[in-house]
């Protein structure tokens, strides 16, 4: 009798979270939201020819009321996209006491950890001066877009959030990508 309530009571839990997420897909089907993928052309972005310390730093024009609606939605963007991976992770570690469990919970650590020194290095250089800024980390590289100052950025201003990026974090000059955006 326990195990037929058990079962009956994750079956409703499951067909509760799958409503919910048919709605919420429901309702945000007709939102404008810019995703990442839309905004940065990841080609020019994440290529060999925008090396930080050679200058070549990709122009991405924005009009001053913008610019803060592209920050927001990259940042939601990137939220939604962690939210979503930390569900489906809790999910699984919740339905099972395995070894997948086990490797759920260094998935889970791992995207905290990232959401964690994304968020300082964002302070950082924001710190410095920049008007906003939004860093985005991959198991290879980061690359951080940053609102361009007067002038555009300089080397000087590329070098300060390399410093930032490399004392915040384990990544190589190599692994560093700035995208100026005006």
Known sequence: MKKWKKNMVALAV????CAGIYVNWLYSENENVVSLADTLDADKV???????MS?????????????????????????????????????AMAYTDS???????????????????EAQIESLVIAKGYADCVAYITDESI????????GGLLET??????????????????????????
């Open 55 to 91: 200058g070549d730093t990709v122009d991405l024009s924005v009009s001053g009321d913008t610019l803060s609606e592209y920050f927001s939605a990259v940042r939601l963007s990137r939220q939604e996209a962690r939210d979503s991976a930390v569900t489906l992770l809790q999910e």
């Open 14 to 17: 499951l067909f509760a979270v």
């Open 143 to 150: 690359s951080v877009a940053v609102a361009a100052p007067e």
């Open 99 to 117: 070894p997948e469990a086990a490797q759920s919970n260094v998935q889970l650590e791992e995207i905290v950890q990232t959401a964690l020194c």
């Open 46 to 52: 994440l290529s060999s020819d925008t090396l930080v």
């Open 157 to 182: 201003d590329v070098a300060v959030i390399a410093d930032i990026i490399l004392t915040q974090s384990e990544f190589e000059m190599d692994d560093i990508y700035v995208v100026e955006v005006q």
